[in-house]
Nanobody, 123 residues
Framework: VQLQASGGGLVQAGGSLRLSCAASGRTFSIYAMGWGRQAPGKEREFVVAINWSGRSTYYADSVKGRFTISRDNAKNTVYLQMNSLKPEDTAVYYC?????????????????WGQGTQVTVSS
């Protein structure tokens, strides 16, 4: 599985960004998908995940109510809509995929990681 993330950038606090992740390789619809992020000097942390059908999602408490994940299996793409961004959301965001059909809830639930895209939120 190859994952290509895009859509990062610089935004002011309170603003919005939409990340996209295009997957290629094995049949996209059988994988749980999601996002993790890593800030400088910190470990990678779980952000959000969606199961193979798109009917089940799981959000980290820090982004609940502000971020929304969705997927389009016909386009082999997963999206992350980020609203009400805060400076503490600043990090490199990584797209991820897991072999399980269930929704992931931890970083270690993912088996594949794409290259990251930088998100910077200024105060």
């Amino acid at each position: 599985v190859q994952l290509q993330a895009s859509g990062g950038g610089l935004v002011q606090a309170g603003g919005s960004l939409r990340l996209s992740c295009a997957a290629s390789g094995r049949t996209f619809s059988i994988y749980a998908m999601g996002w993790g992020r890593q800030a400088p000097g910190k470990e990678r942390e779980f952000v959000v995940a969606i199961n193979w059908s798109g009917r089940s999602t799981y959000y980290a408490d820090s982004v609940k109510g502000r971020f929304t994940i969705s997927r389009d299996n016909a386009k082999n793409t997963v999206y992350l809509q980020m609203n009400s961004l805060k400076p503490e959301d600043t990090a490199v965001y990584y797209c991820a995929a897991g072999n399980s059909m269930a929704v992931a809830t931890r970083v270690r639930d993912f088996d594949y990681w794409g290259q990251g895209t930088q998100v910077t939120v200024s105060s």
